[in-house]
């Protein structure tokens, strides 16, 4: 057995560069296999090895039953190590190779894939969102958290995805940098469970492999990715990701269809019979939906009359091409994110043009509804795919001409075809920016976040301001106010709803509420009542003090395990939470809790409803039973700038009756 030495990938550069080459050169399948396994006899016979570190035992694992030692529990297995991190379109890209390959092949087989989480914003270094990451994507192996990217600067890595694979002694002989290498991945896998088998140095072990999804009690939706709503105000569509449908709903929830799900597939017809891949991006005119079918790099077409859904764009696989022109069926695209209906400047109807974000290809496309021309383009027939904006370089580029400038996984649009505007507006979330793509020119422009450096892609924060001074993490959507003049931003890693005024180039504060005050609050369950206070005239900056005083039916005693509390909402007044304690835990309803709530010196509105609300958990004395009961009080506050007290005290008093 080789003893263990250099650890960088650089040190297999030299000999993994001659394989490449000679590979070229081979035409047939045996020639290929003979060369890979000549040099796997060249790198077993090193008298050091290319060892792989231990992976550390305090990291934090997923899908499996607890810790993964690297030179103990994986010694005798083949092992793929997949540097990603879940934000990134090109790792992304990479999952359905290796969900073929890990099909192909199972630990007793001798191949274990270990995706190694690598974050690159910090909101990916949480275990919770890699949890839900590892449920969207449907990944079904270990995943490591190595949240200080350790393994990564050990092995010196450098970009998403990088793929190194290991020996059975740990130790490393090939690796694979960036997507689209899945013919390599399988002949370097084979010969190299096959050059090992006849050593006798393949264990057919299991692993310990416990699955997360396996563990989660079955929910309605599952990673809703998109939500619109039809002119009417009266239809909501949602984009049910995780359950690979469609959902067209009235506005109180009611479900009127169901398109495709709950398994992921690529097929036309009817409502009962269609399927989806991880759909996000959705838009609805009178019964007509396109859809963005994500991972079958798809545009869908759902008619809500006929029930019947069918392909308008796309092949079926990831497409290459960076320039398009081929009839929307007969053009292969890339991962298409969000689409708008739009209107082309010679059309002569409205919703002639349905805008693409391809976050694949890291542009801007345009499926032609009808013939005419795009900015800065020639006369197009109906039903022609093409790219409109965007070079295909991942990069923060801003140009007047639309081809050269550069996107970073688009994935929001929202429209505004009225002047001044008269733009597309993009969220370009690898980037962190708001973009403006002029329907006039075709002009590529800057709105906020990012910084000048079209290279720089980790221009992110969380700051207020205007222009480069803004700081957005990662934003996935986005919507124009028409009536308000304003943008709304779904500023994803940051848990926050940005609002942007276009005519100041500003990002006010007032719509920003942390996520670790109101993303964990409880939900009360259909039954609770709600009670209606009278209205409370206060001033800006006034303190009130609810008093919060509940009693328990007779026989009953507080659960004191339960996560029994208070909290506050304000759903269309969201600016009077700012800086508020919004919840509080309830240890005894003995006696009154004290609730404490500070307006704003600024308020934006003169009138505002807050919701007061409680959540418990009691049981009867012989434990026999235990029930959550809720309550809500509604608080309409007037609010006016009037000589009064500091601080103004308002009862809440509720008893729970015996069921």
């Known amino acids: 057995m080789a003893a263990a030495g250099a650890r960088a990938l650089a040190a297999l550069l030299p000999a993994q560069t001659q394989l490449e080459y000679a590979l070229l050169d081979a035409d047939a399948p045996q020639e290929k296999e003979n060369l890979v396994y000549q040099y796997l006899k060249k790198m077993d016979s090193r008298e050091r090895d290319l060892a792989v570190p231990e992976l550390g035992r305090d990291l934090q694992w997923l899908n499996t039953e607890g810790p993964i030692s690297l030179h103990k529990d994986l010694c005798g297995k083949v092992v793929v190590l997949d540097f990603f991190t879940y934000c990134c379109i090109n790792c992304l890209h990479l999952l359905p190779d290796l969900h073929a390959l890990e099909h192909q092949y199972s630990d007793k087989d001798g191949l274990v ?20 990451a590892v449920l969207r994507y449907n990944i079904a192996h270990p995943v490591v958290n190595d949240a200080d990217a350790t ?25 694979l940098v960036g997507e689209g290498h899945k013919e390599k991945l399988f002949l370097f896998t084979s010969i190299t469970l096959k050059f090992y088998k006849e050593r006798g140095q393949i264990k057919d072990n299991k692993i310990g492999i416990k699955l997360y ?15 619109t709503v039809d002119k009417s105000g009266e239809r909501l569509v949602i984009a049910d990701t995780g359950h690979h449908r469609i959902l067209v709903t009235q506005k109180n929830g009611q479900i009127l269809h169901t398109i495709g799900g709950p398994n992921s597939g690529r097929k036309d017809g009817r409502f009962s019979e269609a399927a989806f891949n991880s759909p996000q991006g959705i838009a609805i005119k009178n019964n007509v939906i396109y859809v963005a079918d994500t991972e079958n790099h798809l545009i869908r077409k759902i008619d809500l009359e006929l029930e019947m859904v069918s392909t308008v764009a796309g092949v079926g696989i990831r497409g290459i091409d960076k320039e398009g022109g081929a009839k929307g069926e007969e053009q292969p695209i890339s991962s298409p994110w969000d689409v708008v209906f739009g209107n082309l400047i010679a059309g002569t109807q409205e919703d002639d043009v ?43 580029r801003n140009n007047a001409y639309p081809h050269k400038a550069g996107f970073a996984q688009p994935s929001g649009l929202s429209l505004a075809s009225e002047d001044p505007w008269n733009c597309l507006f993009v969220a370009d979330s690898e980037s962190s920016t708001v973009r403006t793509i002029s329907l006039k020119d ?24 205007a222009g480069t001074n803004a700081k957005l993490q990662h934003p996935l959507g986005i919507t124009w106010d028409k009536k308000r003049k304003l943008l709304y931003v779904a500023d994803s890693y940051n848990h926050k709803l940005p609002i ?42 006034q303190t009130i003090q609810f008093l919060l005083k509940l009693t328990l039916p007779p026989e009953t005693k507080l659960n004191e395990e339960a996560p029994n509390s208070w909290f506050i909402t304000a759903e269309d007044n969201t600016w009077l939470l700012q800086g508020q304690c919004l919840s509080g835990g309830i240890k005894d309803v003995s006696c009154q809790t004290l609730i404490p709530f500070q307006l704003p010196s600024s308020c934006l509105s003169a009138e505002a409803i807050l919701a007061i609300k409680a959540c418990l958990y009691y049981c009867s ?28 005290q308002v009862e809440l008093t509720y008893a729970f009756l015996t069921n």
């Open 113 to 132: 894939i270990i995706s190694v989480h690598s974050a690159k914003f910090p909101n990916e270094k949480v275990l919770d969102n890699i949890r839900s």
């Open 151 to 175: 393994l990564w600067h050990e092995l010196e890595v450098s970009c998403w995805p990088t793929l190194v694979i290991l020996g059975p002694r740990g130790n490393m002989l090939f690796s």
């Open 213 to 227: 999804r396996d563990s989660l009690p079955p929910s309605p939706l599952l990673f809703p990715g998109k939500v």
């Open 354 to 396: 349905l805008w693409i974000a391809m976050a694949g290809s890291h542009q801007i496309w345009a499926l032609m509804l009808e013939s005419g021309k795009l900015p800065k383009g020639s006369d197009l027939k109906k039903g022609v795919c093409i790219r409109f904006a965007g070079s295909g370089n991942e990069e923060n």
């Open 442 to 465: 075709g002009a590529v422009k800057h709105l906020v976040g990012g910084e000048r450096d079209p290279l720089n892609l980790f221009a992110f924060g969380d700051v207020d301001g």
């Open 500 to 541: 942007l005024n276009p005519e100041a180039w500003d990002v006010p504060d007032h719509l920003s509420v942390q996520r670790d005050e109101i993303a964990n609050l409880p939900k009360l369950p259909k039954s609770a009542p709600n009670i209606q206070l009278p209205s409370l005239t206060v001033t800006p900056g």
């Open 621 to 648: 004395k012989d434990s026999s039973a235990c029930m959550m009961k809720g309550i809500s009080f509604s608080q309409p506050l007037q609010i006016a700038n009037t000589n009064q007290s500091s601080s103004t």
